[in-house]
């Protein structure tokens, strides 16, 4: 298992977070946060971050919100799916605490895993539900 955070784990360039833009595949929103998800072809999880002066106006509540998003991240990025994240922060969320962030994050990271699996786009047309999975007998 891989817990580290190197820069083959972030969006770095503007093409990378205007292509997640773009197309976003999966929307998970809430109150404080949105995230926006796009398929990747590199086979691991990277994440972006959008953090506006706008929405959390002190630079210290700003780099708190980075630092906690991505701890959670490099946290369950072993059983998130393999696709790009951006994740915008809304008016308030600078306003948490720790543990309400923490939670928060934790709970839109399961959200993001379930609507990845209900999401098999190679396969599906619009309108219709995805095929179910078979399920092989372990011995």
Do not use: C
């Not at 929405?55 to 991505?70: F, G, H, M």
């Not at 959200?111 to 786009?121: A, L, P």
């Amino acid at each position: 298992m891989i817990f580290g955070f190197s820069r083959n784990l972030r969006l770095l360039k503007a093409s990378e977070f205007k292509r997640v833009f773009d197309k976003a595949e999966i929307k998970v929103s809430d109150k404080n946060l949105l995230i926006l998800a796009r398929r990747n072809t590199l086979g691991i999880p990277r994440l972006g971050l959008v953090i506006a002066k706008k929405n959390i106006r002190t630079a210290v509540a700003r780099n708190k919100v980075k630092r906690i998003i991505r701890e959670t991240f490099r946290l369950s990025q072993n059983s998130l799916p393999e696709l790009d994240y951006v994740v915008l922060a809304r008016k308030g969320l600078g306003e948490l605490d720790n543990r309400q962030l923490h939670s928060l994050l934790d709970k839109q990271w399961l959200r993001v895993k379930k609507r990845s699996g209900q999401r098999d786009t190679s396969q599906t047309r619009p309108g219709t539900k995805a095929p179910a999975k078979a399920r092989t007998p372990v011995d």
